[in-house]
């Protein structure tokens, strides 16, 4: 299985940014999809969660403001991300859940200037 993540880059606060992630691999659609960031210096932490009937879990430090949703046919999931924060400056990672395994992308740096 691999995850490949897209659509990290600078922006300033306020902006908005979509991040994506497509896994491959001998997967089913039964898994929960997600993504997690790491700020410098601190410790990895869940941002938000799919699962495959799009039940959502949300960080409460996003919530309101970032979007998770997922193409079952695609393997693919998504983060809308809006008024971003400086806070928000991360390398997030995407994660995929299956089998009780997880598996992680290679990360995208998400920068945000204040």
């Known amino acids: 299985v691999q995850l490949q993540a897209f659509g990290g880059g600078l922006v300033q606060a306020g902006g908005s940014l979509r991040l994506s992630c497509a896994a491959s691999g001998s997967i089913s659609s039964i898994n929960v999809m997600g993504w997690y960031r790491q700020a410098p210096g601190k410790q990895r932490e869940l941002v938000a969660s799919?699962?495959?009937?799009?039940?959502?879990t949300y960080a409460d430090s996003v919530k309101g403001r970032f979007a998770i949703s997922r193409d079952n046919a695609k393997n693919t999931v998504y983060l809308q991300m809006n008024s971003l924060k400086p806070e928000d400056t991360a390398v997030y990672y995407c994660?995929?859940?299956?089998?009780?395994?997880?598996?992680w992308g290679q990360g995208t740096l998400v920068t945000v200037s204040s």
């Open positions: 994660n995929l859940l299956f089998r009780n395994y997880n598996y």
């Open positions: 799919i699962t495959f009937v799009s039940g959502r």
